[in-house]
């Protein structure tokens, strides 16, 4: 689980990120002879990822479903769906709002990757009862702790197994 949200992360910087670069100069193109508002340019773009992003994910979902070993359920499928499609949209947005805040796309890219190193906050490889409580707020800050929290309990929150977690028995 973990790994498939962070692979929707690695692998969507590197694509978006060089596609908003190129069409940056269309705008400006486009904007200097009074076609466009930067406003409705923005609007346009974030519009036009929508249905491919919504594509991407039902592809994304019909291979990583199944091959996480999730309960066949039709609620725990659209809650799945739902999660992929909602991160795919938050991080595709972020990669588009650094490539706008810089002036190249190599910038926006190391940008952009200073942030790898705090998955270490997402709460999987540091759960959240360890992390100290001054870098708690980073926590709640992670995307993916997000995304995370919402597929385990989409995904789990109904079993009522007792398990062990960190030495005591819990439902």
Known sequence: MYFAVA???MNNISYV???VATE???MYRERFAG????WAYAL?????????????????GMITYPMIGYY???????WYFYAIFCTQLYFTFFR????????EVTIAGALSSFFYPLLIFSGFLMPKPKIQKWWLWLYYLMHTSWT?????TSQYGDINDEIVVFGEMKP
């Open 7 to 9: 692979f929707l992360e």
């Open 24 to 26: 940056r100069v269309v």
């Open 44 to 60: 346009a773009q974030v519009t036009v990822e929508v249905p491919y992003l919504f594509i991407q994910t039902l592809l994304f």
């Open 17 to 19: 990120q060089s596609f």
């Open 35 to 38: 076609m466009y508002s930067s």
């Open 96 to 103: 588009m709002l650094f490539v706008s805040l810089t002036l």
């Open 148 to 152: 995370l929290n919402c597929l385990l």
């Open 72 to 78: 066949g359920s039709t609620y725990k499928l659209l």
